[in-house]
């Protein structure tokens, strides 16, 4: 298994920029006082809807087997409405059983190799708009503009608070139009992981505007990860509203079922994965967001938030 890295005798990381944790991205770009009396009243329509019924009944229907004749109709029906790239895909649209299949549809073999090329060099784990980033310094993450919430809360464990707190958090939304298998960011080892539940909320930026502590009180799945490479490392895949569930490639949990209860997961053998290596699926869209104890971690030159990133992209780097 791999060991992580003595961080206590490391220099201080970098003074953050102000742009890191204040500035305006997507879905800060309207406060609660000039949100729309339709932003309002959708809001209070998702406060008394059945949501986690409500995402287990779409997530049975998207994956209802389509007749071979619809497939490619409905597939690449969705696929031109949501604006997704078919080119990378390993199969067209019509080979795809169902709607759920082919939005958790794999990509060509070879198709995003990752782009690390030297140790510490961290890759974006999926395709989303990088929303957020920030130093666990204060122990709280920014979710919009005015709206924080606690690392505690989002991991619901002080320990791993603790450990964490000091380091740095990156936020990162999918979109429907976005490949939504979920990979490892470095080459580390698996060793635990948390399903912690709760309600499902959107996470689009409406909700994200609207929704106190909303990443902490959906439900949500943890890999935590140890890699001599940066350090360790905390996976967290937050559902939300019409995301049938959350599955992972290398154990046999999976979200949003009927019963739903804590659980924390120490793997018998800890699972060595490799960098871009598929680590989890969201059968229909949300958010990821990963923690790094490092305090180091810098951003790439020209990444800024608010940019669209792609699963294996360069993020930027820990002090080797």
């Known amino acids: 298994m791999a060991?992580?890295?003595?961080?206590?005798k490391r220099a201080p990381g970098p003074t953050w920029p102000t742009h890191y944790t204040t500035r305006e991205t997507p879905e800060d770009d309207m406060s609660d006082d000039n949100s729309s009396a339709?932003?309002?009243?959708?809001?209070?329509?998702?406060?008394?809807?059945?949501?986690?019924t409500v995402s287990r009944i779409f997530g049975a229907i998207s994956e209802?087997?389509?007749?071979?004749?619809?497939?490619?109709?409905?597939?690449g029906g969705f696929a031109s409405f949501a604006g997704i790239d078919t080119s990378e895909a390993a199969a067209p649209p019509a080979a795809y059983r169902s709607l759920n299949a082919?939005?958790?549809?794999?990509?060509?073999?070879?198709?995003?190799?990752?782009?690390?090329?030297?140790?510490?060099?961290?890759?974006?784990p999926v395709d989303g708009r990088l929303t957020q980033l920030g130093s666990l310094s204060d122990g709280t993450l920014i979710q919009a503009k005015g709206r924080t919430y606690l690392l505690e809360d989002l991991l619901d464990s002080g320990s791993e608070a603790r450990r964490f707190k000091g380091g740095v958090y990156l936020t990162i939304y999918l979109s429907p139009r976005d490949y939504h298998r979920i990979h490892s960011p470095a080459a580390?080892?698996?060793?635990?992981?948390?399903?912690?539940?709760?309600t499902l909320w959107p996470v689009n930026p409406m909700s994200v505007r609207h929704v106190d502590d909303l990443f902490a009180v959906n439900e949500r799945v943890v890999s935590y990860l140890d890699s001599d490479d940066v350090g360790a490392l905390a996976l967290i895949k937050v559902g939300a509203t019409c995301v049938g569930r959350i599955t992972l490639s290398y154990h046999d949990l999976q979200s949003n079922g009927a019963f739903r209860r804590r659980r924390d997961v120490t793997l018998e053998r800890?699972?060595?994965?490799?960098c871009?290596?598929?680590?989890?699926?969201?059968?229909?869209?949300?958010?990821v967001i990963l923690l790094l104890e490092d305090p180091s971690f810098a951003l790439r030159a020209g990444?800024?938030?608010?940019?669209?990133?792609?699963m294996g992209e360069l993020l930027g780097s820990v002090d080797a």
């Open 3 to 8: 060991t992580l890295r003595d961080t206590a």
């Open 188 to 198: 580390a080892s698996i060793s635990r992981m948390s399903y912690i539940p709760g």
């Open 303 to 310: 990444l800024e938030l608010g940019q669209k990133v792609r």
């Open 64 to 75: 209802l087997e389509l007749p071979h004749a619809l497939r490619g109709v409905v597939n």
């Open 276 to 287: 871009g290596e598929e680590l989890a699926a969201f059968n229909l869209g949300s958010t």
């Open 102 to 124: 082919y939005f958790t549809r794999k990509l060509k073999v070879g198709a995003r190799p990752p782009e690390a090329s030297a140790p510490g060099d961290l890759v974006s």
């Open 38 to 52: 339709f932003e309002r009243a959708a809001m209070n329509a998702l406060r008394v809807l059945p949501r986690s």
């Open 270 to 274: 800890p699972v060595d994965i490799g």
